[in-house]
C-alpha cells in the first residue's frame, strides 16, 4: 500500500524566476543573503525558500526520509496572488501551474499536481482550472479559505466551485490569512491558531450559508485537521436544531454536513487525530505534512500508527486509500 501525502507545497523555479524579474507585478521579493533565499511580501512578511519549495530532487529526498510513496503538489500560501488585478493573477497562476506540472512530470509515479486559481476574477479561474484538467490531467485544485476577505460560499464564487465539482477535481481547502485579526501580532498565533480559525470561519459558513446544500457532489479537503470545527460540532448541531434561523438557508444537520467533508490528520497529537476519526471515518481522513514548513512530524505515518485504538482498515484508509480514492486513482 502506498503512503500518500495530500498537503505538500512547492513554489515552482517557474514562479520565483518571475518574481526575480518583475518584483512589483507581483507584489514580493525574491532576496538572497548568507547563501539563502527568502520571499517578503510588504516588508514584514518573510519566508525562508528552502530547496524542498523548489527543487524536486530534494523535495522526493525528503518524501523518502518521511517514507512517503506519493505526494500532491500545492502551491505554498505565499503563491496565493489573490490581491493582483485579473491579469496579472491569471498570469501567476499560469506559471505556477505549469510549473507544477513541470515537476510532476520529473516523477510522474511519485508526485501528482494540484492546480491554483485566479480567484479574484472567477471567469479567468474557470478558463485556467478547465485547462489545467485538459493539458496536464490534474484532479486536485487548492483555493483559499478565503479570498480577500470573501468567503468561499459567497455566491460570487459559486461557480468556479461548481466547476470543480462538475469536472470531478477534489477542493483543497488551505488558509493564508485569519480573518479574525484581533489579539494575532504576538507569539506567533497567526501560525499557532490562526490559519486553523479560518479553517473553521471557513467551514461554518459552508454550512449555515446553504452552499454545502447546493454543493452536494464537491469534495472538499481541509487542512490542518478542520481547525477546530470538529470539536465544536456537537455545539454547531445543538443550536441548529434549536434555533430556527440557523436552519433558514441549511436544513442537514453540521453533524451530517461534517462527514461528507474530508480532512487531513495534521494535528500534532494522536488523541486530537482519534477524536477526528470518531467524528468523521477514518474513510475522511488522510496524511498532511505541510511540508517543508515545520508543523508536520518528521515521520507521518509512525504518527498515525501512535492513534489509540487504531485499526489496521482505519490506518490503511488514513494512510493512503482514501488519498488515492480522491486523486481518482
Known sequence: ??????????????????VRRDPHRFGLRLEESGGRMYLERGGHARLEVLPAFYDIEAKIESMDRMQLDIAALSMAPPGFFYSLGAEAGLAAARLENDGIAQMV????SRLRGMATLPMQDPDAAIVELERVVKEYGFRAVEVGTSIEGRQLSDPSLRSVLKSIEQL????????????????????NLMILMGYPIDTTIMLAHLMLSGALEDLRDLRILTAHGG?????????????????????????????DLL????????????????????????????????????VGPALPVAEIEKVPG????????????????????
Do not use: Q
Not at 470531478?168 to 507569539?187: I, N, S
Not at 481547525?227 to 442537514?252: C, E, I, N, Q, W
Not at 461528507?260 to 471515518?281: C, K, M, S, T, W
Not at 482498515?313 to 481518482?328: H, K, S
Open 1 to 18: 500500500m502506498s503512503n500518500v501525502d495530500l498537503h505538500n507545497h512547492v513554489i515552482p523555479p517557474t514562479i520565483l524566476e518571475a
Open 168 to 187: 470531478g477535481c477534489l477542493l483543497f481547502a488551505h488558509p493564508y490569512t485569519c480573518v479574525a485579526k484581533g489579539g494575532m501580532e504576538a507569539y
Open 105 to 108: 512530470a520529473k516523477h510522474p
Open 259 to 294: 462527514r461528507r467533508l474530508y480532512f487531513d490528520a495534521l494535528l500534532n497529537d494522536p488523541i486530537a487525530i482519534r477524536h477526528l476519526v470518531n467524528e468523521v471515518g477514518a474513510d475522511h481522513v488522510v496524511i498532511g505534512t505541510d511540508h517543508p514548513y515545520d
Open 227 to 255: 481547525g477546530v470545527m470538529p470539536y465544536l460540532v456537537g455545539r454547531f448541531t445543538h443550536l441548529h436544531r434549536s434555533r430556527a434561523d440557523l436552519r433558514a438557508k441549511a436544513p442537514t444537520s453540521p453533524a
Open 310 to 329: 487504531l485499526s489496521e482498515a482505519e490506518r490503511r484508509a488514513i494512510c493512503g486509500e482514501t488519498a488515492l480514492r480522491l486523486l481518482g486513482e
